[in-house]
């Protein structure tokens, strides 16, 4: 009963916070930004939509084919399609309840292609985990070489990282400092480890590293990178190619794309599915860029019911054609029993 109502409060927290991330949004929009908005959503270029689901489609694919090779050490080889339509299907399911997407991505294709849920979850964690040092990778590139729109304080901090790391005065600090920090970390785990929050981000870290480290046992580790590469690229396009959707943001170029991919997964990581938070995302991003805050939320909203169609269209599509292949494969069995007999 503790476990339910915790779940629920969890659930309740999550969309409370959606809800009034959409109200706040919403609350300080005047006349005069209102105007502004619908101008611009009425003259946005909604045929760009279909190349934007062409390159979401495309990432989806090479999560896919990397998912395949997490999979193939444990001696498994699920087709592409099923794997493809379980993460579709999954998006879904984060749509409506934060992280159960994870769990429908794994019971989707248990079955039909017969790999134990537990084994696929163990794959997803590393997923996940190569999936966060991409995005602080960005997110360093994107501070670094933006930072003199995001804020003068990141400037600041380039500029004294670079000074630092210029002499050896500041190289020795920074060493003093890496070392500092992971004594730090080491003497928190041995007090805490026993502790209930303490073991709970003990796994979490356990889990990660794991994660990290089961790229030893991938065949291919060099398309393992390129597949990886190829979903953050077409994710980079495609809010690149929302840019070009409206006239006031058609001149950004590919790092503020990168800059509202950064903050932008942030917001879908708060809420669900990003209800409410990607769109005030989206445009506090593009304010720092010069974007008026109307035509920045204009952007975010356009953004996120792009990304919202996709997840419902293409989820729905393959959740018909997972039925409908487990439906002819059920058939064939019926009509054929005798030589699925044979060959077991």
């Known amino acids: 009963m503790k476990r339910i109502l915790t779940i ?3 659930y309740v927290l999550a969309f409370g916070l959606a809800i009034f991330l959409l109200w706040w949004s919403l609350s300080d929009l005047n006349d005069q930004k209102i105007a502004e908005i619908k101008v611009a959503l009425k003259e946005a270029k909604y045929l760009l939509l279909f190349p934007t689901f062409l390159v979401l489609l495309l990432s989806h694919i090479f999560r896919a084919l990397r998912w395949k090779q997490l999979i193939a050490p444990m ?8 794997l493809t339509c379980g993460i579709l299907i999954g998006y879904i399911g984060n749509q409506l309840i934060p992280r159960a997407g994870e769990v429908l991505r794994c019971t989707t294709i248990s079955k039909p292609t017969k790999v134990p849920p537990e084994k696929l979850i163990g794959t997803i964690v590393a997923e996940r985990a190569f999936d966060i040092c991409c995005l602080l ?4 590139g994107v ?7 995001i804020s003068t304080y990141a400037h600041e901090i380039k500029s004294a990282m670079a000074s630092g790391i210029a002499n050896k005065k500041g190289k020795g600090w920074i060493a003093l400092g890496v070392i500092v920090f992971i004594l730090l970390i080491y003497l928190l785990y041995r007090r805490y480890k026993t502790h209930k929050v303490g073991g709970f981000l003990v796994k979490v ?3 990660m590293a794991q ?12 398309l393992f990178l390129v597949y990886t590469i190829g979903i953050w690229v077409c994710y980079a396009a495609c809010t690149y190619i929302g840019c070009l959707a409206l006239e006031d943001t058609a001149h950004l170029g590919v790092f503020a794309a990168l800059a509202m991919l950064v903050f932008g997964t942030f917001g879908i990581i708060v809420a669900p599915g990003g209800l409410g938070a990607y769109p005030i995302a989206i445009q506090k991003t593009l304010v720092l860029y010069g974007v008026t805050e109307a035509i920045g939320l204009a952007s975010g909203w356009l953004l996120w019911i792009a990304q919202f169609l996709f997840t419902i269209t293409f989820g729905t599509i393959a959740w018909l054609a997972v039925n409908f292949a487990k439906k002819k494969t059920d058939e064939e069995r019926f009509i054929h029993p005798q030589q699925d007999q044979n060959a077991a």
Do not use: M
């Open 205 to 207: 870290f356990k889990g």
């Open 137 to 140: 990778l960005i997110t360093i």
């Open 75 to 82: 001696g498994y080889n699920p087709s592409v399609f099923h």
């Open 211 to 222: 994660g990290l480290l089961s790229i030893k046992n991938v065949k291919n580790k060099f």
């Open 143 to 149: 501070f670094y070489h933006e930072s003199s729109y």
């Open 8 to 10: 629920v409060v969890k």
